[in-house]
Nanobody
Framework: QLQLVESGGGLVQPGGSLRLSCAAS????????IGWFRQAPGKEREGVSC????????YYADDVKGRFSISRDNAKNTVYLQMNSLKPEDTAVYYC?????????????????????WGQGTQVTVSS
């Protein structure tokens, strides 16, 4: 059974850092496009960052560029989202998702948000 499990969320002060993990089981993650999404209370879900399975190209939403970084560890079958310089507006439930997109540009993958496999989410709260 294909499963994604996020971890690494928590409470952090503004300016702090967190690293989210998305561990996969039941499939090989490096063959999938992976996305990180977030949803804050009362807001629509938005794409944060995605990584292509074809060439490892990445996409970041404008408000996280330069602060967040997505990466894969194929040996651990895990994708990470390193989040630095966190702001209160980054507070949300963060989800990872996977699908077998290969030829689609990574920005389009992230904006479409049509992934077949989703994790349960991990809460990130940025507050002093």
């Amino acid at each position: 059974q294909l499963q994604l499990v996020e971890s690494g969320g928590g409470l952090v002060q503004p300016g702090g850092s967190l690293r989210l993990s998305c561990a996969a089981s039941g499939f090989t993650l490096d063959r999938y496009a992976i996305g990180w999404f977030r949803q804050a209370p009362g807001k629509e879900r938005e794409g944060v960052s995605c990584i292509s399975s074809k060439d490892g190209s990445t996409y970041y939403a404008d408000d996280v560029k330069g602060r967040f970084s997505i990466s894969r560890d194929n040996a651990k079958n895990t994708v990470y989202l390193q989040m630095n310089s966190l702001k209160p507006e980054d507070t949300a439930v963060y989800y990872c998702a996977a699908d077998t997109y290969y030829h689609m540009p990574v920005q389009e993958i992230c904006e479409m948000q049509s992934f077949a496999n989703w994790g349960q989410g991990t809460q990130v709260t940025v507050s002093s």
